[in-house]
């Protein structure tokens, strides 16, 4: 049996209902709780009170064991004929709530611009020549005269105006060609150009000089690439113009001294969303499982939390969610999961290579903006199965190439299987044990397998998405104590009833 | 010699008797009882069987024509109450009262009725009542009732409160004081054959006194209730300690005619409660007084019987013997007595089985104590047992510990006591079935690092034991540092149908509990008094709904049902693993009220 309650806030009291609810239906998807709704019936007066409810309703269902199968807010309360209509969300949809903005890490050196004179004065872009396409270049004209100690060539990045990160790391190879007394400057400061820092000085020797730059500093939010003249006199160029110069390629900018990576970002979107919206979701970061891959290009301006993780579980195949106890979590798909068996009373199943793609390679960009592209990756065992190749490109945003394969792998693992089209009727829900358990317990990221299918499609329990799929999404129906799962795929627009209970 | 069938509609002021055969009859085989079906839905609280539909073909009849259709109208306002009370406005509840023919009972059947199917209750004839034969038939009375009939038992604990004994010149059990003149009646008559006339000066009283006895508990609240046809005057229903008279008064107002029910409530003194009915001082009263009762604010309604467990250390399994079972599972009401909800109480469970040896409590300490696991004594801080079993880990490796091995297939819910000791470590538990071809998992739960340790009931999950198989705590700690600590761990056999498992919410942070006095909390599916079921407190003085998850109807159908709190924290500490006042465990009592259900009454 199910209880559904809603409750003044999270841990609060609990609403005294004038009736019990009615066609309660709890719904999953890969992010945890999804959605619930319920009808009260109710007068209209009772109807108003919850209506004009101020704060946030919590809304929970348990089951008989004590289990909380259920939780999220109230989003949307309508008054019909009858009684109220409530709709609740899971707590997933806390990261729907507010804009995240930040700066984690970028190697896009078109995105450095220079410094005019009105952001400071002693700069003079008109006295040299840049190059900010697939590096940061900045040269001394044939003929032109460079005060001492001002004329300053100066290229700069910013973190988004606002956001939530500033820069404490960069890196870059550097060739420098300046003459002596003159440098190259690497500067921090504020976004206004104020409070500024020199964080590394490479002086200019008269020749040719390489090496690599790996700073992390305290954070501000400007960097500025500086050449000037501190010969202690003005300096007139007689060479010609690009013979003297600054070169900087495989620049990288972050927001962090460690490596970049999805888990961690995960984790400070947790912090930014529950630090302004507290209570719903706890801040509990044990639920986000490291991952290892450093992400080179991450810059979020004003974008949805929610879409920020959809594509960093993609690229990481990990799931993200908040499951029913509030819990945050990011962490490989699958990781937690139960195995559940049914025996399918009637059955129609339909394989398509619609959605079909064994065959993967991923787009990436160059430090000049150029498309490259990864390696192909295949996966033989689809391959043989179908004897036909689909192949398809994933479009990534990244300048690095292992970040571009990460991206390339997921892909492929995720579309070279059957896509299934199903629709199975079974009347139990069973474990590996053969008990039978409510039919609630099934929830996307647990494995279901028909188990009387003929023996030549049974497998292992290992996902084949013929005996055995993944959920993702599970819609019951307390009301007529059904569940609807649908298989996990990667087509949205797949969508197909897979299994219904039947009395 | 046979006995008819009786058929009632009542709202426990006004009952309409459909089979009198005087304003209401229902011929022999017309009406043929639904016999309700399992309930399809999942959804708690509206009882395990379906609502069905009473089709009853109903002759109404009146003295005249109107009397007639007043009648009618009178079923119409029953049923049009009904739909009232189920959509949730505060009117009382229509029961449906069966008694079938022949039948060995006592008590009526009773079921609530929910409203009535369609947009109307009767497509009247134009020709209706035309001919004056002062009775309408061809009505067929739709209505909608919980499957389930219910019996009440019940008890008294007024004596001859219906005043059915009367000596010639005094009621038995009852002393008149002062210059009064009482008298048996035949009419009006509330309850039973007779009432009793009280035609009283000022101060003249009819008492008796009601001791302390199981459930008349010193220092909770009774209540008593009196139903008065006054004539003239004020009538007075008042309850006091036998010293202080009639310190709690309910009087009538100036309402004469008709039958008012007085309330009052009263703390039990130590020698019990004295009840009695008064004059006003100024203007006496002259009125005709019936059926006196006493409530208990833990039993459901009116003088029902109960049933307690023996009062069990917090923490330890309770039994309730109902001395018998019932066939059908049928609705329980459960009070909690002394239970504790101050502010150093954190969430509790409420666990209730449907047999015996369904709940198993193991002291964890007991299971192992070597390697990274020891047993330090935390007697301190009330453990069961004396000790806790504690894990300190070496490494952030996931460590099991074996809870049990079964010989038997059953899906088990896995309570635990747990303290984590660090302020930064975060522990995660999970269960785990193992056996010769196969390892399942529960889905984890974690444990955050306090500030101030304190123990708190946790649900661990649900696991499948199966035969030679062993089922496993597993731990995992954040980081090599800090402790956690386990003091019980509570098996629940869901095998065993129904368990009823509540979450009892801690006070909120911004609630009215902040006092650690002992109170009354009622689980109540109230199937007969209200359309939802109800967690609340029933003692100091009010009855608040308190924050409970969990399925909050009761059903049961053993003679002995388990019963176990699992809760923690004391008047002055939240750091005991169990509930504690006054520097000892605290004992609860589980009083049980059992409607017995039948599908077919017999």
């Known amino acids: 049996m199910i209880d559904f309650g809603l409750y003044r806030r999270v841990d609060g009291g609990r609403l005294a209902l004038p009736s019990l609810p009615v066609g309660v239906t709890l719904s999953h998807n890969r992010r945890g709780p999804s959605s619930a709704r319920a009808f009260i019936p109710a007068t209209l007066a009772e109807s108003f009170a919850i209506y004009n409810h101020a704060g946030l309703l919590h809304a929970v269902a348990v089951d008989g064991s004590g289990a909380v199968v259920w939780a999220g807010r109230v989003e949307d309360v309508k008054i019909e004929s009858g009684g109220v209509s409530v709709q609740a969300m899971g707590y997933a949809r806390i990261f729907n709530d507010v804009p995240y903005t930040a700066l984690w890490s970028s190697t896009a050196a078109a995105e450095w611009r220079q410094v005019t004179d009105n952001d ?40 988004p105006h606002g956001g939530q990160r500033n820069i404490t790391a960069f890196s870059a190879s550097y060739s420098v060609t300046l003459p002596v007394g003159w440098e190259l400057r690497l500067i921090r400061c504020d976004d206004d150009f104020n409070n500024s820092n020199v964080v590394q000085t490479i002086a200019g020797t008269g020749s040719n000089a390489t090496g690599t730059i790996s700073q992390t500093f305290t954070g501000q939010a400007r960097l500025i690439v500086q050449v000037r003249n501190n010969t202690g006199s003005d300096y007139t160029v007689a060479v010609d113009t690009g013979t003297l110069f600054v070169e900087l390629t495989d620049i990288r900018v972050k927001t962090t001294a460690a490596i970049v990576t999805a888990s961690a970002i995960a984790q400070d979107i947790l912090s930014y969303v529950t630090g302004i919206n507290s209570e719903q979701v706890r801040t509990l970061t044990t639920g986000v499982i490291a ?61 398509s290579l619609e959605a079909i793609y064994n065959s993967v390679y991923a787009t990436y960009r160059a430090d000049d903006g150029r498309t490259l592209r990864t390696a192909v990756a295949s996966n033989s065992e689809s391959l043989a199965a179908f004897g036909l190749t689909r192949r398809e490109p994933v479009r990534t945003p990244t300048t690095d190439a292992t970040e571009a394969e990460a991206w390339r792998d997921a892909r492929l693992s995720q579309q070279a299987l059957h896509a299934v089209r199903a629709r199975v009727t079974f009347s139990r829900l069973l474990d590996a044990s053969g008990i039978e358990w409510p039919l609630w317990s099934a929830i996307p990221g647990d494995t279901m397998t028909i188990r009387n299918l003929p023996a030549q499609v049974i497998g292992g329990d290992e996902v084949d998405n013929i005996a055995t799929f993944r959920i993702d999404t599970a819609d019951y129906d307390a009301d007529r104590d059904s569940l609807r799962v649908e298989p996990d795929t990667p087509i949205p627009t797949l969508i197909t009833l897979v299994a219904e209970r039947t009395q | 010699m046979t006995t008819p069938m009786v058929l009632r509609l009542t709202d426990g002021t006004a009952t309409l008797t459909l089979t009198d055969n005087v304003s209401y009859a229902i011929r022999d085989m017309e009406w043929r009882p639904k016999v309700a079906r399992r309930l399809q839905s999942q959804m708690g609280g509206a009882g395990l069987y379906a609502n069905v539909i009473e089709e009853i073909p109903l002759h109404v009849r009146g003295a005249t024509g109107a009397t007639a259709l007043a009648n009618l109208a009178a079923v119409a306002n029953m049923l049009d109450q009904a739909e009232r009370w189920a959509r949730g406005e505060m009117v009382a509840p229509i029961i449906l009262e069966y008694l079938p023919a022949n039948s060995a009972a006592t008590d009526y059947y009773k079921a609530v009725v929910v409203g009535a199917p369609g947009d109307t209750f009767w497509d009247l004839s134009p020709r209706m009542n035309s001919d004056q034969n002062h009775e309408l038939d061809g009505i067929t009375l739709y209505l909608e009732r919980r499957g389930l009939w219910l019996r009440q038992e019940s008890i008294s604990y007024v004596e001859n409160g219906s005043f059915e004994d009367w000596d010639g010149s005094d009621f038995d059990d009852w002393t008149v004081t002062g210059m009064a003149t009482i008298d048996q009646e035949m009419s009006p008559v509330k309850d039973g054959m007779y009432s009793a006339s009280l035609e009283a000066l000022s101060n003249a009283v009819i008492w008796q006194d009601i001791g302390l006895a199981a459930g008349i508990i010193q220092g909770y609240l009774v209540t008593v209730t009196a139903w008065v046809y006054l004539t003239s005057g004020i009538a007075k229903l008042g309850a006091w300690d036998g010293t202080t008279f009639f310190n709690e008064v309910s009087e009538t107002t100036a309402v004469t005619g008709q039958w008012v029910q007085l309330r009052v409530q009263k703390k039990v003194a130590s020698t019990g409660v004295r009840v009695g009915i008064a004059g006003d001082l100024s203007v006496g009263v002259n009125c005709v007084i019936d059926d006196i009762r006493v409530e208990l604010d833990f039993a459901a309604a009116d003088f029902e019987s109960y049933y307690q467990s023996a009062a069990t250390d917090n923490g330890d399994v309770a039994t309730i013997d109902f001395g018998s079972s019932e066939n059908v599972q049928s609705p329980t009401r459960l009070v909690i007595q002394d239970m504790r909800l101050g502010t150093y109480h954190r969430t509790a469970y409420l666990i209730v089985a449907n047999a015996t040896n369904a709940i198993n409590v193991v002291d964890a300490e007991d299971l192992v104590t070597s390697g990274v696991w020891s047993a330090p004594s935390d007697s301190a801080a009330y453990a069961r047992g004396g000790n806790v079993l504690r894990y300190t880990p070496a490494a952030t490796s996931e460590v099991y510990l074996q809870i049990s091995s079964s010989v038997l297939t059953r899906r088990l819910a896995i309570f635990a006591t ?57 731990v995992q700690a954040s980081a090599a540092s800090g402790t956690i600590d386990f003091d019980s761990i509570v098996i629940v056999s869901l095998n065993v149908q129904p368990v009823a498992i509540l979450a009892i919410h801690e006070p909120d942070g911004d609630g009215y509990i902040t006092t650690d006095e002992p109170i009354f909390l009622a689980v109540d599916h109230r199937l007969l008094t ?21 399925v909050r109807d009761i059903f049961t159908s053993a003679r002995d049902v388990e019963v176990l709190l699992l809760a923690t924290g004391s008047d ?24 017995p259900g039948s599908l077919i009454p017999e």
């Open chain 2, 418 to 474: 747990v303290r984590n000791n660090s302020s930064t470590t975060t522990f995660r538990l999970r269960l785990r079935n193992r056996r010769a071809d196969t390892t399942e998992y529960s889905r984890p739960v974690f444990i955050e690092g306090q500030a101030s340790p304190r123990p708190e009931p946790i649900f661990l999950g649900e696991i499948v034991a199966t035969a030679q198989s062993e089922y496993d705590l597993c």
């Open chain 1, 120 to 159: 400071d004065a002693d700069s003079e872009p008109a006295r040299y020549q840049f190059d900010t396409n697939g590096r940061l270049y900045i040269a001394l004209r044939k003929g032109e005269e460079y005060k001492d100690a001002d004329n300053t060539a100066d290229l700069t990045y910013a973190a």
């Open chain 2, 572 to 595: 002055a500490s939240a750091n005991t693993w169990r509930q504690v006042a006054s520097s000892a465990v605290v004992q609860n009592t589980f009083t049980a009220t059992r409607l």
């Open chain 1, 291 to 351: 991952t290892t891959n450093d992400l080179h290009d991450q810059l979020y301006e004003d974008a949805q939390p929610a879409a920020i993780l959809d594509d960093l579980a993609e690229l990481e195949e990990c799931e993200w969610g908040v499951g029913s106890g509030r819990m945050f979590y990011f962490w490989p798909r699958g990781n937690v999961r139960k195995r559940w068996f049914i025996d399918a009373a009637t059955i129609e199943l339909e394989r």
């Open chain 2, 530 to 550: 209200s359309p939802t079921p109800r967690a609340a407190i029933v003692s100091l003085g009010y009855y608040a709904e308190w924050s409970a998850q969990g």
